[in-house]
């Protein structure tokens, strides 16, 4: 058997044990998860103190503050073009065109549509809270247990599960549109249009706006991961009283 069909199995074990009985996990790094089980009284009680209830709680209110300083960063001037770790390139599949239209001297083309693809996605960054927001909401208690016992990064696997078609769907308009206000489109069609007309050259055509939704989306979400860890592994980080309590405060 699997690690984690075993805690399922426990975990189910634990649900139908007698009305004194307790099962408790161990702590996972500093987060102190709360006991399956509930005393005579019926209440569910934890050695930590943490009840299923303020765990619940305690992870969507980390959820929203990584979801909106994540969102928040991503959406202000700058916030892909000058960090290093979601800054958007030039597509890969047409590296060459840039190389080339560089050796050419189309250096600074190159630059401002690159700059531009970088503005569409903070543009496009705005209207990512709503969607998460939402999918908190949904959370239950298996799928916080899941992620308070999983991976650092597993309330954000979680959230790719369940906003990545809400979010494909409600960027690629707003992508578009974005590109086209900064002038994407046009300086990526007048780029590849002048490497295409180079003798002997493969002509390129990248989706646009699939690969500017894509690493929007893959931007958004690094971030978001970023936070997830260090609320998980920084108790400065930890800013409620609830967040200390859940996570080890």
Known sequence: MTKRFLLILLTLSAFSLSASAQFTLPKIGNIKLPTLGKTATGSTTTPSGVSNTEATNGLKEALIQGISKGADQASQKDGFNLNSFIHIPFPPDAQRVATTLRSIGLGSQVDAFELSLNRGAEDAAK??????????????????????????????????????????????????????????????????????RIPLVQPVQTDLNQY????????????IAQEEANIRENPVARTTALLKKVFGG
Do not use: C, E
């Open 212 to 223: 500017a939704t894509g690493k929007a989306i893959d931007g958004l979400f690094t971030l």
């Open 127 to 196: 209207s990512a809270k709503p969607i998460f927001l939402n999918a908190i909401k949904s959370l239950t208690f298996t799928d916080v247990w899941n992620i308070l016992t999983g991976q650092k990064d597993a309330a954000t696997q979680y959230l790719k599960r369940t906003t990545t078609g809400q979010l494909s769907t409600a960027f690629q308009p707003i992508i578009q549109q974005s590109l086209d206000k900064v002038g994407a489109t046009r300086y990526y069609t007048t780029l590849s249009s002048s490497y295409n």
